[in-house]
C-alpha cells in the first residue's frame, strides 16, 4: 500500500517562530488532508489539499501532486499551536480510506 | 448542530467482556469509519462503512464488529476484549459519495482493558 512519512517526527520552536512541515507519499492520491491533534486528543481538520495552495490565518499548506509531497507552514507560532500534525492521503484504488503518517510532534515553548 | 458524538469518552473493562462503543453523527454523511490510535502505530483503519448496510474491513479488523442499520449510528463492538485493544478509538464521517471531500473526526473514547 501507499507509504505516507512526515518530517520533522518532533519539533521544538520558540513562541513567535516559523516552521514547515513535510509530508511526502509514495504513489498518487486524489485527496490529502491535514489535521492537528491538540493536546486533549482531539483531532481537528486543518486543511482538505489534494493539490494547490490553501491558506487559513498564520496556517497555509502547499501540495504538489506531480511530486508527491506536501508542506504545512505555521508562521508566528502560538502555545496553542502544540500538539501532534498529521498527513492522510486518499487513492482512489483504495476506496474511500485515508492512510496517515506517522505524525509531527510540535512543541511550542513561551 | 453536534455533528459527530462518540460515547462514552472514557470506557475501563476486562479482559474477555463484550464491549460496544459509540457514535453518532447529525449530518447524514454516507461514509462512517472507525480508527484506532496506538502509540507508535498512528491511526490505523479498523472498520468502514459507505452507507446503510453496507461495510468493510480496514487494515485491523481482528476482533472487532460494526453495523449499520441506520445511517446516523455506527457502533463498534470488542466482542471479547483483550488487552491489546487498550487504545484510543475514533469515529469518522465524510459526505458524498467519494473520496473527494474531508473527513472530520469526533473526540475519540479512550478505551482501556485490564
Known amino acids: 500500500g501507499i507509504q505516507v512519512e512526515q518530517s520533522p517526527p518532533d519539533l521544538i520552536l520558540q513562541e513567535g517562530a516559523n516552521s514547515t512541515l513535510r509530508c511526502n507519499f509514495s504513489?498518487?492520491?486524489?485527496?490529502l488532508q491535514w489535521f492537528h491533534q491538540n493536546p486533549w486528543g482531539q483531532l481537528i481538520n486543518l486543511f482538505y489539499i489534494p493539490s494547490g495552495t490553501k491558506q487559513n490565518g498564520r496556517l497555509s499548506a502547499t501540495t504538489v501532486a506531480t511530486e508527491r509531497y506536501s508542506l504545512l507552514y505555521i508562521s508566528s507560532s502560538q502555545t496553542t499551536d502544540s500538539g501532534v500534525y498529521f498527513c492522510a492521503v486518499v487513492q482512489e484504488t483504495s476506496g474511500s480510506r485515508l492512510t496517515f503518517g506517522e505524525g509531527t510532534q510540535l512543541t511550542v515553548n513561551p | 448542530d453536534a455533528g459527530i458524538t462518540q460515547s462514552p469518552r472514557y470506557k475501563i473493562t476486562e479482559t474477555g467482556r463484550q464491549v460496544t462503543l459509540m457514535c453518532h453523527q447529525t449530518?447524514?454523511?454516507?461514509?462512517m469509519f472507525w480508527y484506532r490510535q496506538d502509540l507508535g502505530h498512528g491511526l490505523r483503519l479498523i472498520y468502514y462503512s459507505a452507507a446503510a448496510d453496507i461495510t468493510d474491513k480496514g487494515e485491523v479488523p481482528d476482533g472487532y464488529v460494526v453495523s449499520r442499520s441506520k445511517t446516523e449510528n455506527f457502533p463498534l463492538t470488542l466482542e471479547s476484549a483483550t488487552r491489546s485493544q487498550t487504545s484510543v478509538y475514533f469515529c469518522?464521517?465524510?459526505?458524498?459519495?467519494?473520496?473527494?471531500?474531508?473527513?472530520?473526526f469526533g473526540n475519540g473514547t479512550r478505551l482501556t482493558v485490564t
Open positions: 449530518w447524514s454523511h454516507s461514509y
Open positions: 469518522a464521517t465524510r459526505g458524498g459519495s467519494s473520496y473527494n471531500s474531508p473527513l472530520h
Open positions: 504513489d498518487s492520491v486524489n485527496n
